[in-house]
C-alpha cells in the first residue's frame, strides 16, 4: 500500500454482482450499537486470519494470501482494544502478543533474499507458515514502522508483573532496539521506502507529504540507531499546500495518507514547524481532506453513478480490474488495486466504504452519514457487518447493478478497528502519549503544544 511495487504486488479479483446477506436492521441500529457491531466485525478479521502458531496475520482474506506485516501491527493494536470491550481475556490477549513478538524475535535476519528481514527491518509479505520473504517484495520501512508501532501499543498496555506481560515488554524494547535507522538512510538526507538484496536501496523515496510521519518519529526516537533530526525538515520541504475547493490544506490525494499514522498518534494541537508556519495542525488537516473528499463526490467530475454528499471516500483498494468497457455511452477505464485520490485521480467510480468510517475520529457526523447512507442504499455492500475493500456502483454489467470487492483486506480491517476505538475511548491515542518514544520522537522532530 506504500509505493509503486506495493501496488503491483497485489492481485485483483475477479468481479461479482451485489448480493443482500446484511441484517435489514442494520441501519435502525443507534449510533454506538452500529459502531460497536461494526468494529467487532472488523476486528474478527484477526482471529480468523491469524495463525496461532506465530501470530502472522493474512494480507487479505484469500485463499494463499501472504502475511502483511502492517497487517500484523493493527493486530497488536487490536488484541488490547478487544480485552477493554470484553471480545477476549487478558490472558488470551497477552499471549497471542507474545507469539508474535517471538515470532519476530527468533525469526531470521540477514541478507539471505529467503530471510525475515534484515538490520531490524522486515519484509513487507511474509509467508503465513513459514515466516520467510515472498513475491520478491521489499524490506519496508513504512511496514516495519506499523509493525512497531502495534508493538509499542501492546507494550504500553500489557504493564503488570506477570511473567508474560514482562516479557512482552522486554520483547519489544528489543525489537526496537536492534533495527538500524542509520543503516537504512543510506548516506541520504531523508529515508528510502525500502531495500532489496537483489538490488540494493530502492531509488525512490519519500517526497510529498505522506502516512511516513510515524515512521519519522520512531526512526528518530530510537534508543540505538536514531537519524538526526534535520531529517524530517528535509522531507517536510517536499511538502505541498494547496487550497482545494476553498479549503487550505497539506495536499495528498488518498485518504489513507490522511489517517494511518493518526492510528498511533493523537495530532490535535500539537505542530511541527510547517505546521505551526500554516496556522493548523496535522488533525485539522485531516478533517480538511475529508471535507475536500465530500466535495469531490458532490462535484463528480467524471459523472459516475452513486456519487454524493454521503457516498465518498477515495482510497487505496481493490477494484474492478484493469479493463475499459462501454457503460452508460461512455467508454470507461477500470483499475484494480490501486492508491485512488481527489482531485486529481485516479477515479474510476470506485468507492473505498472503510476509508469514509475511518474518518469518524475526524469528522463524525460525515462518517456515520456515509455509512448509513450505505446501509440504506447499497445494504448488500455490508456483509456480516464489514465493510469491503471497493465498491463500484458505475460498474454495470451481465444486469447487475454495481461490483464489489471479494474477500477483505486486513489494513482496511485494522484501520476501522483502530479508528473507531479512538473516536469511542482514544485508547491507543492514550497508550501512545504515554510511550516515552513517542513523545521522544514528535519533540525531535520539532513538535510543541497540547498535550506534548
Known amino acids: 500500500m506504500h509505493g509503486v511495487e506495493k501496488f503491483t504486488a497485489r492481485k485483483a479479483f475477479q468481479n461479482r454482482s451485489l448480493n443482500t ?104 509479505f511474509l509467508d503465513m507458515q513459514t515466516g520467510k520473504r515472498v513475491w520478491d517484495c521489499e524490506l519496508s520501512l513504512i511496514d516495519t514502522a506499523l509493525l512497531l508501532g502495534g508493538i509499542l501499543a501492546a507494550s504500553a498496555y500489557f504493564t503488570g508483573n506477570s511473567p508474560i506481560e514482562v516479557q512482552i515488554r522486554q520483547v519489544a524494547e528489543t525489537l526496537y532496539s536492534r533495527i538500524d535507522w542509520q543503516w537504512a538512510q543510506h548516506g541520504g538526507p531523508t529515508l528510502p521506502q525500502g531495500w532489496k538484496p537483489e538490488s540494493g536501496f530502492l531509488h525512490y523515496g519519500w517526497e510529498g507529504y505522506s502516512e511516513a510521519i510515524l515512521l519519522y518519529v520512531l526512526a528518530l526516537a530510537s534508543p540505538t540507531h536514531p537519524i538526526p533530526a534535520n531529517s524530517y525538515s528535509a522531507w517536510t520541504s517536499t511538502y505541498q499546500w494547496e ?20 492510528a498511533w498518534i493523537d495530532f490535535r494541537s500539537i505542530q511541527d514547524p510547517f505546521m505551526r508556519e500554516k496556522g493548523s495542525d496535522y488533525f485539522k488537516n485531516s478533517c480538511q481532506a475529508t471535507y475536500i473528499q465530500r466535495q469531490y463526490a458532490l462535484r463528480n467530475p467524471k459523472d459516475f453513478r452513486g456519487y454524493g454528499e454521503n457516498v465518498w471516500g477515495f482510497s487505496a483498494g481493490d477494484g474492478p480490474s484493469p479493463q475499459r468497457i462501454r457503460i ?35 469528522v463524525p457526523d460525515m462518517a456515520l452519514a456515509a455509512v448509513r447512507c450505505l446501509c440504506d442504499r447499497y445494504p448488500e455492500v455490508i456483509k456480516e457487518y464489514r465493510l469491503p475493500s471497493g465498491f463500484n456502483p458505475s460498474f454495470i454489467r451481465n444486469g447487475c447493478r454495481g461490483w464489489i470487492s471479494e474477500g477483505y483486506l486486513g489494513l482496511d480491517q485494522g484501520i476501522v478497528t483502530l479508528m473507531i476505538e479512538n473516536y469511542r475511548s482514544q485508547l491507543i491515542w492514550k497508550l501512545m502519549r504515554q510511550c516515552a518514544y513517542i513523545r521522544s520522537g514528535l519533540r525531535r522532530a520539532g513538535f510543541r503544544g497540547g498535550w506534548l
Do not use: K
Not at 77 to 105: G, H, K, N
Not at 243 to 262: R, T, V
Open 243 to 262: 487550497n482545494l475547493y476553498g479549503y487550505d490544506f497539506l495536499y495528498a490525494g488518498p485518504l489513507f495518507i490522511h489517517q494511518l499514522s493518526h
Open 21 to 124: 446477506e446484511t441484517p435489514a436492521h442494520l441501519v435502525m441500529l443507534p449510533d454506538d450499537d452500529l459502531l460497536n457491531a461494526l468494529q467487532r466485525a472488523a476486528f474478527g478479521y484477526f482471529l480468523t486470519q491469524c495463525n496461532s502458531a506465530n501470530g502472522l496475520v493474512a494480507d487479505r482474506s484469500v485463499a494463499g494470501a501472504p502475511c502483511s506485516i502492517a497487517v500484523v501491527g493493527f493486530a497488536l493494536c487490536s488484541y488490547p482494544i478487544a480485552v477493554e470491550r470484553r471480545w477476549m481475556t487478558r490472558d488470551d490477549a497477552a499471549q497471542r502478543i507474545l507469539t508474535t513478538l517471538l515470532f519476530f524475535l527468533n525469526s531470521a535476519q540477514s541478507e539471505a533474499p529467503d530471510a525475515t528481514g534484515y538490520m531490524g527491518f522486515y519484509y513487507h
Open 328 to 362: 452508460d455511452g461512455v467508454n470507461r477505464s477500470f483499475f484494480g488495486y490501486t492508491a485512488r485520490g481527489v482531485p486529481y485521480g485516479p477515479d474510476d467510480g470506485t468507492i473505498c466504504p472503510p476509508a469514509a468510517l475511518a474518518s469518524i475520529v475526524f
